[in-house]
């Protein structure tokens, strides 16, 4: 279970999907911060970078700016859960 209080519960406030890593496919929403249960590398694309790698992402919350993907290739953290405030159309 994640429990989030105060400004990180604020922060995250909107909706939320488990991610599984591809290299194919966008997310489908434009998230603003990611929940790690298990740390680790994350190859993503935000804010109109393409390809970046975060190195050693910690287990919690991490904001980062309009991220739309995350790669399955160069992605060894796990348990990705990414928070975005708008639903995305379906």
């Known amino acids: 279970m994640i429990t989030l209080k105060g400004a990180e519960a604020d922060a995250v406030a909107g909706f939320f999907a488990f991610v599984i890593p591809n290299d194919n496919e966008d997310l489908g929403f434009v998230a603003h911060a990611l929940y790690v249960c298990v740390p680790g590398d994350i190859k993503s ?32 953290a796990s348990g990705i859960v990414a928070f975005y405030r708008e639903k995305p159309v379906e």
């Open 45 to 76: 694309d935000f804010a109109g970078r393409i390809g970046v790698l975060l190195r050693g992402v910690p287990v919690g919350l991490t904001r980062i700016p309009a991220l739309t993907k995350i790669y399955k290739t160069g992605t060894s």
